[in-house]
């Protein structure tokens, strides 16, 4: 792990995340879920914006051991596409700002892109690009799947390794 240390905060600055080392990846994402779950929390009086123009949704993955809630999870709200779903979207209830996707079988957090400071990374790939709303032309700036990728997957396997494939709960969130 690395020294690098990040934070991130809803829009009031009510709930903060703490973040310790480097991101698994950086990439955006255009699966039918992330499409239908942006445009769910757009629609809400006061939302922040999670979905970009062309329907993707910027996202920075995080070890859960990496990251912690350290002010304000009391104020995180969970929002389900159905209640079943393993995929839950934490959104800030205090000012309505989504913070971060967590799946919750998985040992990674996707931090929503708006939440981060400006010196992260630029995306390295496009994911699910398949399901990009009709119409959409994407760039060929950085790498475009129309799946997860075989890269996508073994970042996140290195990852999982890294942490002695253990999957963590997330400190500070219910």
């Known amino acids: 792990m690395t020294d690098e240390r990040a934070s ?99 040992h990674w957090l996707s931090v929503y892109r708006g939440r981060l400071p400006g010196d992260i990374p630029p995306a390295t790939m496009r994911m699910m690009t398949a399901d990009r709303p009709e119409g959409v032309i994407l760039p060929d700036d950085i790498a475009n799947y129309p799946g997860h990728s075989g890269k996508f997957m073994l970042k996140l396997l290195g990852a999982w390794m890294a942490m002695g494939f253990r999957r963590p709960g997330f400190e500070g969130v219910p």
């Open 8 to 106: 991130a905060s809803c829009r009031c600055g009510r709930v903060a995340l703490e973040i310790a080392g480097s991101p698994i990846l950086r990439g955006i994402c255009y699966c039918a879920s992330c499409q239908q779950a942006g445009r769910r929390h757009q629609a809400a009086s006061g939302a922040d914006a999670v979905l970009a123009e062309d329907g993707g949704t910027d996202y920075v993955l995080y070890c859960k051991d990496r990251v912690r809630c350290s002010s304000g999870g009391e104020l995180l709200e969970e929002r389900r596409l159905k209640p079943e779903s393993p995929t839950r979207r934490m959104v800030a209830r205090c000012c309505n700002t989504a913070m971060f996707l967590d799946f919750t079988k998985g």
